[in-house]
């Protein structure tokens, strides 16, 4: 039998003599007691578009403090509520006391703790608020979302809409809604609705608008190429593209809710007695202003704050989601 031929294993072609050239050297080893850029935590990690703009956020100060206080006053007229020891509706027995450690905010002319009644009053008119806000932008999204991405007659149709409810006044709706059918009209959650039914319309251009921006792209077309369905496109690709222009909107849907809602309270044509709002707070304040200054300033005072915060925290949301936007320390 013939023997076995021994072969040696080929060399690497980095190692491989080239004619003319010098002959090619491995890298050498690091010495020894060195650690490499990963071992030292020198590697570059890879960061998602959520945690950017979580960090730009978080360099934002004036959205963390309005962020803090708008959370801190949901949580004192929901929570704290329940440990305070006054009840909204509570008379007790002292009537048009100032400001005081047994009543912070002083009592009115029939008795009522108004510490107890600002805290359900800025739950009331956050609840609304936050009820507008939801409603709101889910309608304007959906609107928007179908305008936006198959044009035509649907976009046609649909912005026509919404021109004519933009061009619906609030008050006068609110009348016909009192004269109709009064047992609903002070109602916080019907207020709400009604809000919420004329409050989408900007919304809805929004997304409209970047829709129609966003379906010219690349990535759409790529999954138009491939099959994938109108509802995998708009909602895995499209809506969270458009998501910074939503959320700051809703945002913002907040604190106008806010200030509608107590200025239709004040007008005597939103939320009504016996439940209590910052507006009707302000309404029932504003006429005792001269002698009994609390019983307007505080209410009035916690609605300024609640708007404000919730204003500066749209405004770090709106530096947040957008990179081409400066983080202002």
């Known amino acids: 039998m013939p023997e076995p031929i021994e072969v040696s294993p080929p060399q690497p072609a980095s190692v491989l003599p080239v004619p003319g050239e010098p002959p090619a050297t491995l890298p050498e080893p690091p010495p020894e007691g060195t650690r490499s850029a990963a071992e030292e935590g020198l590697s570059i990690e890879a960061r998602s578009q959520f945690r950017m703009a ?7 100060k004036v959205a963390l403090l309005g962020g803090s206080i708008f959370i801190f006053l949901l949580l004192l007229s929901t929570v704290g509520a ?3 020891h006054y009840k909204y509706a509570q008379i007790t027995g002292q009537f048009g006391t100032g400001p005081s ?12 703790d108004l510490f107890a009644q600002a805290l359900k009053g800025t739950a009331t008119s956050i609840e609304t608020a936050l009820v507008v806000a939801v409603i709101a932008t889910v309608i304007g999204t959906l609107i928007g979302a179908v305008a936006g991405y198959y044009g035509g007659w649907a976009d046609s149709l649909l912005m026509r809409f919404t021109d004519l409810v933009l061009v619906v006044p609030v008050l006068a709706v609110l009348l016909v809604l009192a004269a109709g059918v009064s047992g609903l009209a002070g109602n916080w959650l019907v207020i709400a609705l009604v809000l919420a039914a004329l409050f989408w319309t900007y919304l809805a251009r929004l997304v409209r608008g970047t829709f129609l921006s966003l379906r010219e792209r690349e990535f759409i077309e790529a999954e138009w190429a491939i099959g994938a369905s109108d509802r995998r496109i708009i909602l ?7 998501i ?3 959320v700051v909107n809703a945002t913002l849907t907040v604190a106008t809710a806010m200030l509608i809602e107590a200025i239709l309270s004040f007008l005597g044509l939103g939320i009504q007695p016996p439940d209590v709002s910052l507006g009707t ?3 029932s304040g504003q006429g005792d202003a001269t002698a009994l200054p609390w019983l307007f300033y505080f209410p009035a005072g916690i609605l300024v704050l609640a708007i404000l915060s919730v204003n500066f925290l749209g405004d770090g949301l709106r530096d947040a989601l957008d990179p081409s936007q400066r983080v202002r320390a």
């Open 54 to 60: 979580a960090e730009r956020f978080i360099h934002h």
């Open 82 to 84: 329940h440990f305070w």
């Open 101 to 112: 450690l047994q009543h912070p905010f002083g009592t009115d002319t029939i008795g009522h």
């Open 236 to 242: 895995r690709h499209l809506i969270p593209n458009a």
């Open 244 to 246: 910074g222009p939503i």
């Open 281 to 283: 707070l302000i309404n």
